[in-house]
């Protein structure tokens, strides 16, 4: 298969997954709920790299769910890893215009996309030190987002 062919395959089969993953999990919640799925992430959630130029999982997402009742928001922003992220979760204050915030989109669900890649594990002396910088900052992530009623969904680059 070509190297093309064989990324878009790839994705729709995540694209699938991530739809399965969050149908069950709707299915489980109160119906009152919106249906809104926000991505918060980096790069690869925001779609750099996507040659169909659609916002690459996120777009794919929002095509599949949206016939179906669902809102996908892009809250995404490339470069950020979970130090950088950590003030995008809510605003302090008056929001900052052109910030991708996660809170005030009010989604019933996030997917978190961040990768080791940016949080700087490749050229660190310590990786254990920068490992559980990561395992620390998802974990909050997904505390803060059940403290706000979110049901957090980790994802992969």
Known sequence: MQPLRLR??????????IASVLAV???????????????????VANGTGD????????GRLRELLAPRGWEVLNQSRGGDNTIRMAP?????GAPEPNVRYLL????????????L???GIRD????????DQFAKGMRGFVDR?????????????
């Open 8 to 17: 878009r395959v790839a994705l729709t089969w995540i694209v699938a997954a």
């Open 25 to 43: 999990a709707h299915a489980q919640n109160v119906a009152s709920k919106p249906r809104r799925i926000a991505v918060f992430g980096s790069s």
């Open 51 to 58: 040659e169909l130029a659609k916002e690459g999982y996120t």
């Open 88 to 92: 995008r979760f809510a605003p302090a």
């Open 104 to 115: 005030p989109v009010n989604p019933t669900y996030v997917l978190l996309g961040l990768s």
């Open 117 to 119: 890649g940016n949080e």
């Open 124 to 131: 660190a002396g310590d990786k254990d030190a920068i490992f």
């Open 145 to 157: 987002s059940r403290q706000n009623g979110i049901v957090p969904v980790i994802t992969t680059c």
